[in-house]
């Protein structure tokens, strides 16, 4: 290991000499190394310096503490909060990616994890008008006011529309699943980078599930949160939430990852 301050702050944090090894990745702004510590192999992540879009490293630890006894959450070691002199990280168990180690019941899995992500309530919420305020901050300091802006202002409309289409109780919503967040210990999915989690709307899940997994939609709508919604609202509802996640990760990546939400 190469001279590193935080990493030798970690070291000493965990009163061991792990022998860490920089990790190739993308789509993360954080650093990711591997090690091995108290025989078993780990994965180190070093949270980035910048303040990212959406990212409350507090709410982020209540959310692991919350889910820590699910079948699918990681094994979190150890986790540093953020203070004046660190950025703060995490460790946790290393697992195997998916096209390592497939699970065949991958649909049931997930979908099991929303359905008990959706029974949690006692969460800090996501405040989304912050999160579009701070957007168009960022649309105001780079003077981007054509794509970008009309990203954002739909966005906001379409939120609107959703909520007055099919309203529905806030819960515990990862807001960015994906398969490169999803990995496998011995056929069990794991879920991992809970960094956007919080309380907010589950149509946002919901949509991920079938644009991200081609989850039927009959699943989907038999989830706790939309049961009570009738099949063409929630036809409707759904294909808002998807242009929703569409159009904001067009919009996060147009404007950088150098702002945050309070």
């Not at 944090?13 to 108290?38: I, R």
């Not at 310096?49 to 990212?55: A, D, F, S, T, Y």
């Not at 981007?144 to 802006?149: D, F, N, R, T």
Request: proline content about 4%; some cysteine.
């Amino acid at each position: 290991m190469k001279h590193n301050p935080l990493l030798e702050n970690v070291n000493m944090q965990l009163s061991a000499d792990v022998q860490w090894q920089l990790l190739q990745h993308s789509g993360t702004t954080n650093q990711l190394y591997s090690g091995c510590y108290q025989d078993q192999s780990v994965i180190l992540r070093l949270n980035t310096e910048q303040q990212v879009l959406g990212v409350c490293r507090q709410r982020e630890e209540k959310v692991l503490h919350l889910i820590d006894a699910k079948a699918w959450a990681p094994d979190v070691v150890q986790q540093q909060m953020p203070d004046q002199h660190q950025p703060g990280w995490l460790l946790m168990k290393r697992y195997a990616a998916l096209g390592d180690a497939p699970i065949g019941d991958l649909h049931d899995q997930i979908l099991n994890c929303i359905f008990e992500c959706q029974q949690i309530k006692d969460l800090p919420l996501c405040d989304y008008s912050a999160l579009w305020n701070a957007y168009q901050q960022k649309i105001d300091e780079l003077g981007k006011a054509s794509q970008a802006q009309m990203l954002l202002d739909s966005i906001r409309a379409l939120m609107f529309e959703l909520k007055d289409t099919a309203g529905v109780d806030a819960c515990l919503v990862h807001h960015d699943l994906h398969k490169g967040n999803l990995l496998s210990s011995a056929g069990q999915l794991v879920v991992i980078d809970w960094e956007y989690a919080g309380l907010g709307s589950p149509w946002l899940d919901a949509a991920a599930l079938v644009t991200e997994f081609s989850t039927p939609l009959q699943a989907v709508e038999a989830l706790p949160a939309f049961r009570h919604i009738d099949v063409k609202t929630f036809d409707h509802a759904i294909k808002i939430a998807q242009r929703i996640n569409q159009q904001l990760n067009r919009l996060w990546y147009a404007l950088g990852t150098d702002i945050t939400v309070p």
